[in-house]
């Protein structure tokens, strides 16, 4: 089990519905470059000792291009226009508590997403303030697997 899920179990319906949303998310409407983009985007910007490295594990798992999964752990722009959209409108969502200008939803809908792609970030923000708040409260230690990835926020 992981380091997350036993400190989520002390709440068994925190635990339940994070486990749900992370399958809802992961089942959203964006492939795993852009399930990865989202998750470690609020990650980095939430500063979580525990998902940043947890999710840079994921990646690898799940086979995402090292450059983005390296771009998104040092707070760089994507090489990929479609896929920076989506970073900087994630970003926008969480600094800006979901609320945002003219400019970067026509950037977002002229990359091509569309307003399902909106509402699935705020899925996948809804995921991450759950893990990345209970890890800041708990201190969550790595699991032995995510360690090799440890990070740590400037």
Not at 7 to 31: C, D, M, Q, R, W
Not at 51 to 60: E, F, L, S
């Amino acid at each position: 089990m992981p380091n997350l899920h036993a400190v989520l179990a002390e709440s068994p319906g925190l635990l339940e519905a994070y486990k749900n949303i992370h399958t809802l998310f992961e089942n959203s409407s964006f492939n795993k470059e852009e399930l990865t983009v989202v998750w470690q985007t609020i990650n980095v910007e939430h500063k979580c000792h525990y998902c940043v490295p947890a999710h840079t594990a994921i990646a690898k798992a799940m086979q995402v291009d090292e450059g983005i999964i390296e771009a998104l752990r040092n707070k760089m722009t994507l090489e990929n226009s479609k896929l920076e959209t989506l970073r900087k409108t994630t970003l926008e969502i969480v600094r800006n508590r979901g609320e945002l200008s003219q400019e970067v939803l026509n950037n977002f809908f002229e990359a091509g997403y569309t307003q399902r792609h909106l509402l699935d970030i705020i899925l996948g923000v809804s995921q991450k303030v759950i893990s990345n708040y209970v890890n800041h409260i708990a201190e969550t230690p790595l699991d032995k697997g995510f360690q090799k990835y440890d990070w740590k926020a400037e």
